[in-house]
């Protein structure tokens, strides 16, 4: 490796190419890149470098990443999120979050479903109640974007 410059900047020197990520995931997550490594220098990308300055953002993994920041951009579903990650049990009913929101049931319901979608909780629905719990890894996979990953 040249001297002066890191690892990520040799990936540019180096020719090494990025790979876009299944359609519907978190772009750039960690190891993607570790795979392409020259030799020596695997570990030490996913260690220096956030994954937004390995390499452009594709037009399809810009969208995906903007849809779920746009998902926790209202400070409601921040609230939300927080609420179910935080819960005892791993889940929460609907019916349980109104009332510390000061929101409607309806609106509540809104909230969950652009989380849901953008793959942040997941639904469970029994009876005439839904029950929302983490998606495993999501909170992880969002944070792994923009800083290097241990």
Request: with cysteine; hydrophobic share 45%.
């Amino acid at each position: 490796m040249r001297e002066g410059i890191d690892a990520c900047q040799y990936l540019g020197h180096a020719g090494v190419m990025a790979t876009t990520s299944p359609p519907g995931t978190l772009p750039v997550l960690a190891g993607e890149f570790d795979r392409d490594a020259p030799a020596g220098l695997a570990g030490a990308i996913s260690a220096c470098c956030t994954p937004l300055a390995r390499a452009p953002l594709s037009a399809a993994d810009a969208e995906t990443l903007a849809a779920v920041l746009k998902a926790i951009a209202v400070p409601a579903r921040l609230r939300l999120l927080s609420m179910i990650y935080a819960r005892d049990g791993g889940e929460a009913c609907v019916c349980e979050l109104t009332e510390p929101l000061g929101l409607t049931q309806p609106t509540v319901s809104h909230h969950l479903k652009i989380l849901v979608e953008a793959g942040l909780i997941s639904r469970d629905k029994r009876g005439v109640w839904a029950y929302y719990r983490p998606v495993p890894g999501a909170l992880n996979a969002l944070a792994a974007v923009f800083g290097p990953v241990a």
